[in-house]
């Protein structure tokens, strides 16, 4: 095994019963909040995979409500996908611990869960072709309506207010005010795009627009993409499966899906809203949402921006409180990827007519 691992990777296997002898550990994914690593068991000369996933219990502060919300969620999925084929690559399948809790709790507070592996399927981390990005959105698309019937109640909310950008402008506002890391110097234009744009923060939640089960995080490396037929196979990532507006995770794909460049490119010429890559997402998505109301779907080319903006004001507020939240690996790692969000949202504004003009014929 690794020895770098921060975690003791076979004694949190061994609370969960997966067969055969224990291979290897190494850390999977580019995610920035959670621990993700793949876990080889060799069960009778087949080489068998897991994830195993360390929940950030300082974001989410009640994990068990959050796996309840990953129980229900998954088994309404499962249900829905029984009669199709591979039914098992369609939904998450979460593994019990031995002692039928869906997660364990280790001695120093760590909350752990396990995933079946989806095999012969992956994630990409910046869009490749058209056909990902309608391929994602339909998936995301069918991951809403699949979950419009789940019975009562209410999911927990497990990061409250997570997409009221205009509470995201204000923790914004408030980490400049402290400017704790002194860092605000370097940041003025950043500061300044923010402070300009603050108006456009309301605009989904003054819409009006009726409350559903979104997925809130509907980044282009939350979809698996099957290898063979590049269909979104499996939406994965559930931990803000909760009560939202359809149009966060529209907005949401939008933001990681029509850009070529990394979500920390540093070259900024290279970051760009591609029209046929935002003509791709939303023919995908309407073929699956046929349950948005005219409202919705007439704000779908503004969600691009408001989501784009949010998540850009929250890289630049971690930048100014000293990168507290999103794991960064460089200096200056969430500045980046502020200006790389920012340029991103002057870049959908200047498109917004042939959007409007586009989503009008779908
Ligand atoms: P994070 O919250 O840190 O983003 P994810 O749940 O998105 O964590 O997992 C990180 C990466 O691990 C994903 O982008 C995907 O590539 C891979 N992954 C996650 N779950 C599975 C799974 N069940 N099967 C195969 N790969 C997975
Ligand atoms: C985080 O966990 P991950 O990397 O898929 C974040 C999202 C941000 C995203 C930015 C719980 O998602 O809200 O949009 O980073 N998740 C949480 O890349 O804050
Ligand atoms: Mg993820």
Known sequence: MDVNLKHDLLAVARQFPLRGEFLTAAPYGSGHINDTYC???????????????????????????????????????????????????????????????????????????????????????????????????????????????????????????????????????????????????????EIEFALRHQAATRILLDANLPERV?????????????????????????????????????????????SPAQEDERDLTKVRMQFPMFEALARGYLAAAEFLTPAEKKLLPLSGALITLEIGLRFLTDFLAGDTYFKVHREGHNLDRCRTQFKLVESIEQQEAAMDKLVETI
């Open 214 to 258: 979104t997925h809130n995080d509907t980044k282009l490396n939350n979809v698996m993409l099957d290898d063979a037929t590049g269909e979104g196979i499996c939406v994965i990532d559930l931990d803000t499966v909760m009560p939202g507006l359809a149009l966060y995770d529209f907005g949401d794909m939008v933001r990681t899906t029509t």
């Open 39 to 189: 876990v080889v068991f060799d069960q009778g000369g087949t080489r068998v995979r897991y994830i195993i996933q360390r929940i950030n219990h300082l974001i989410f502060k009640n994990p068990a409500a959050l796996m309840e919300n990953i129980q229900r969620v998954t088994a309404h999925l499962a249900q829905k996908c029984a009669g199709q084929s591979d039914p098992s690559r369609r939904v998450l399948t979460l593994i019990p611990a031995h002692d039928g809790h869906a997660y364990h709790q280790d001695a120093q507070g760590n909350y752990w869960r396990v995933y079946m592996f989806i095999e012969k399927a992956r994630t990409f981390d910046a869009v490749e072709t058209l056909r990902q990005a309608f391929e994602a959105a339909k998936a995301f698309g069918q991951f809403q309506k699949l979950l419009a019937d789940l019975a009562a109640p209410r999911l927990h909310d497990t990061i409250p207010d997570f997409h009221h950008t205009p509470k995201r402008f204000a923790a914004l506002e408030r980490a400049l005010q402290a400017d704790v890391a002194n860092r605000a110097q370097q940041a003025k234009p």
